[in-house]
């Protein structure tokens, strides 16, 4: 049997299996994405499918102290739809 990866939500700090959470990635050249399979290259942070922890992490500024970047509405409102869709 293998063995789930685990990952903490940044925001509300629950442990889920990784394939649980929405991984966002800052890359070299200080761009967010948002990584849908896991695998990109860079810097990530995990967050719950919920909109409560993405309305706590707009709130706090949860994202941006983590992966060190400013993060406009607009990259917020694609995450918004990720979580939306599941």
Do not use: H, W
Not at 3 to 32: A, F, H
Not at 45 to 56: D, F, G, P, T, V
Request: net charge positive; proline share 1%; aromatic share 4%.
């Amino acid at each position: 049997m293998k063995k789930i990866p685990q990952r903490s939500c940044v925001i509300c700090r629950q442990k889920r299996d990784k394939g649980e959470l929405l991984r966002i990635v800052k890359n070299k050249e200080n761009e967010v994405s948002i990584d849908k399979i896991g695998k990109k290259e860079g810097r990530g942070a995990y967050i719950c499918y919920s909109i409560e922890c993405l309305e706590k992490a707009i709130k706090t500024k949860a994202l941006k102290k983590v992966l060190d970047v400013d993060i406009d509405e607009r990259f917020y409102e694609n995450i918004r739809e990720s979580i939306n869709r599941g």
